[in-house]
């Protein structure tokens, strides 16, 4: 970061000089944090699209030009060569790790897999028709009460102990809150798989029956995890952020951050965009017609438009290409492939999209490669969220680390101005 001019402000006969931060990728923000102070005056900026909350090192977006990067290092590589263990690493300590370094971080991920067994029984008392977003929000809490050393984080070693727990455990809940719900016997982890398989085994095995997964299936969520796992400041990682900054510990923040994902217009979006693709193939909607409705504001095309990405979604073309590579290859047709893919072909032409920049997110493909593993449509969005917490945790950490103050946004009022109590009986 450098400072290396200033930004001139008049409001009135008032006027200040405001420092330009500039990013390693040469972006430029005013820094207003003595507007107020100095002018009485503060910013509004609805939805924080024009606002920058943190300075970051973890993960760049340039959303002109549909580049991501964790750590520098650019998505498309990470998709095709790394794992999503290492991809964890790279996004919490900054670097790739060695051999070694892998070595022992896969050992604490085992080491820290099962639950407590007085948590396992939690799962029992949620009725079967809960949502898993909540189970797996209610339950990173729980674990959490079973193990009060690591709230403390006192230390580095506490600290890794805690994100290996988190990234481990994440993995055993979600697949616990998928058993529970479909009325099936939990499945405990193996020591013997690494992490993808090991989570495939406990959301499929039966105590009668082992599911062995093929190398595509494997695949296909290890990318899944790794496109999910950071997007910088986005609305779950910014209340993960914001939580951190209370001096919440590390399971209350990724707890809310897990509560933030679950809305439609953020993580729920790949659960909704399977809906509508369902919807327009049960009910054999004309992709125009869809389309009209979408154009009149009735409903918004699920999977469809970012607030960063103005020209294309980076991970919706990897998953768009790895569900045509991957559905055949497992003997899969689906129908709901060839809506979306008509459904982005209609857009892509259509005034209405362009000129608003509307182009297919991560979640537009996503849900199609998770039926074609076998998660159901409810498990989506906690799919989703096992493979956001590296990213959340590696936020948690460098806002921890940052000393920063707490997060406390102001308001402009628009209520009524004083007036007295009346007593019920004036009223
Ligand atoms: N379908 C139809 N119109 C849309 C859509 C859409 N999916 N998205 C935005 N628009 C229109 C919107 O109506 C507005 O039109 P106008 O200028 O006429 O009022 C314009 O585009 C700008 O929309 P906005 O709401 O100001 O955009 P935003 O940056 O606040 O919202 C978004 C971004 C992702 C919430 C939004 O595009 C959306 O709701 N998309 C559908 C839900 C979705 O796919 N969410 C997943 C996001 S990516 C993964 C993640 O974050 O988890």
């Known amino acids: 970061?450098?400072?290396?001019?200033?930004?001139?402000?008049?409001?009135?006969?008032?006027?200040?000089?405001?420092?330009?931060?500039?990013?390693?990728?040469?972006e430029h923000a005013v820094d207003i944090t003595r507007l107020r102070s100095e002018t009485g005056y503060i910013t509004l900026d609805s939805g924080f699209g024009n606002t920058g909350s943190c300075q970051s090192a973890i993960t760049y977006i340039d959303g002109e030009k549909g580049i991501l990067r964790y750590r520098g290092i650019p998505i498309e590589q990470l998709a095709q060569q790394s794992t999503f263990v290492e991809t964890a690493q790279l996004l919490i300590y900054g670097e790739l790790p060695t051999a070694d370094q892998t070595r022992r971080f896969s050992d604490l991920l085992s080491q820290h897999q099962r639950l407590h067994e007085r948590v396992y029984k939690h799962f029992a008392n949620f009725p079967s028709e809960s949502h898993p977003m909540a189970v797996l929000s209610s339950m990173i809490n729980a674990v959490s009460c079973h193990h009060p050393?690591?709230?403390?984080?006192e230390d580095e070693h506490t600290f890794d102990s805690a994100a290996a727990r988190l990234i481990s455990k994440v993995r055993t809940i979600a697949a616990g809150a998928f058993k529970t719900a479909h009325g099936e016997p939990i499945t405990y982890p193996r020591t013997d798989l690494?992490?993808?398989?090991n989570f495939l085994h406990m959301m499929f095995s039966l105590p009668y029956d082992d599911y062995d997964p093929d190398d595509d299936v494997v695949n296909a969520l290890r990318l899944f995890l790794i496109l999910h796992a950071d997007h910088e400041q986005n609305c779950s990682t910014s209340t993960v952020r914001m939580v951190a900054s209370s001096g919440a510990n590390?399971?209350?923040?990724?707890?809310?951050g897990v509560c933030a994902l679950w809305g439609p217009?953020?993580?729920?979006?790949?659960?909704?965009?399977?809906?509508?693709?369902?919807?327009?193939?049960?009910?054999?909607?004309?992709?125009?017609?869809?389309?009209?409705r979408v154009k009149q504001k009735e409903f918004r095309l699920m999977g469809f438009g970012h607030r960063v990405y103005k020209n294309f979604d980076p991970r919706a073309k990897i998953l768009k290409q790895a569900a045509d590579k991957i559905l055949p290859k497992l003997g899969i047709n689906d129908p709901l492939l060839d809506i979306a893919k008509g459904l982005e072909e209609v857009a892509l032409k259509d005034d209405y999209f362009i000129s608003r920049n509307l182009y297919p997110n991560v979640d537009f493909?996503?849900?199609?490669?998770?039926?074609?593993?076998?998660?159901?449509?409810?498990?989506?969005?906690?799919m989703f969220a096992v493979g956001r917490m590296p990213g959340w945790i590696a936020q948690w950490k460098e806002q921890v680390d940052s000393k920063g103050r707490i997060f406390r946004p102001r308001q402009i009022y628009t209520g009524a101005n004083e007036r007295d109590y009346v007593p019920v009986a004036q009223r």
């Open 1 to 26: 970061m450098t400072q290396n001019n200033t930004a001139k402000l008049e409001l009135g006969d008032k006027q200040i000089e405001l420092p330009v931060v500039v990013g390693s990728e040469n």
């Open 149 to 153: 050393d690591i709230l403390e984080m």
């Open 194 to 197: 690494p992490y993808v398989r």
């Open 250 to 256: 590390l399971f209350a923040s990724c707890a809310a």
């Open 265 to 292: 217009a953020h993580g729920g979006a790949n659960m909704a965009v399977l809906k509508m693709l369902t919807e327009i193939h049960d009910q054999q909607i004309p992709y125009k017609d869809y389309m009209e």
């Open 365 to 382: 493909y996503s849900g199609i490669i998770l039926r074609a593993i076998g998660v159901p449509i409810n498990m989506f969005t906690v």
